[in-house]
């Protein structure tokens, strides 16, 4: 049950883009293509960006944006905005009997 | 509406126990499985338990393995997680959620537990 490893930090200026990796293995990541990415402001619940590593829910911004290659899925944030300093944590479907397996989640700074 | 509503965390000495509850509603309760995830102090997200629709089927991280026991009310349309022999590090909000499609994800809003002596 490795949590997938995600960088610490990532810092943007507004109107750039950026991109937050998730590293897993072949046994999470690199098998499934169920890689969700979750958007976290202080004190609030976690609220789903991204699910299956590059489909939006319904409301979510079109700057925001999902890959993956290999055993790296990948989070892209183009046209940085305020409103997008937040944390941000990536998950995986990791089979049967470990159905959910975290990233140890990313600070986004917009300088 | 969806709603997800977490209750019964609070202040608990070590070793003790606590039962949390979260009360859903706006959607047919007894149709999807239910998780609980966790998170500590300025720390990540920790993905601790979950159950079937029909409560069947249960999950637990390792870390709480043998302490923590899930269940459900599906007349009640309640999500319960027994905690037992609590230690330090278990002190985290813990959330409720279920997804009931792939792009459809709801949370509630957490309630502190705290272990401390």
């Known amino acids: 049950q490795s949590a997938l490893t995600q960088p610490a930090s990532v810092s943007g200026s507004p109107g750039q883009s950026i991109t937050i990796s998730c590293t897993g293995t072949s046994s999470d990541v690199g098998s499934y293509n169920l890689v969700s990415w979750y958007q976290q402001h202080p004190g609030k619940a976690p609220k789903l960006m991204i699910y299956?590593?590059?489909k939006r829910p319904s409301g979510v911004s079109n700057r925001f944006s999902g890959s993956k290659s290999g055993n790296t899925a990948s989070l892209t944030i183009s046209g940085l905005q305020a409103e997008d300093e937040a944390d941000y944590y990536c998950c995986s479907y990791a089979g049967s009997s470990t159905p959910v397996v975290f990233g140890g989640g990313t600070k986004l700074t917009v300088l | 509406e969806v709603q997800l509503v977490e209750s019964g965390g609070g202040l608990v000495q070590p070793g003790g126990s606590l039962r949390l509850s979260c009360s859903a509603s706006g959607f047919t309760f007894s149709s999807y499985a239910m998780h609980w995830v966790r998170q500590a102090p300025g720390k990540g997200l920790e993905y601790v338990s979950a159950?079937?629709?029909?409560?069947?089927?249960?999950y637990y991280a390792d870390s709480v393995k043998g302490r923590f026991t899930i269940s459900r009310d599906n007349s009640k349309n309640t999500l319960y997680l027994q905690m037992s022999s609590l230690r330090a590090e278990d002190t985290a909000v813990y959330y409720c959620q279920t997804r009931i499609a792939a792009h459809i994800d709801y949370w509630g809003q957490g309630t502190l537990v705290t272990v401390s002596s």
């Open positions: 159950i079937s629709s029909n409560g069947g089927s249960t």
């Open positions: 299956e590593g590059s």
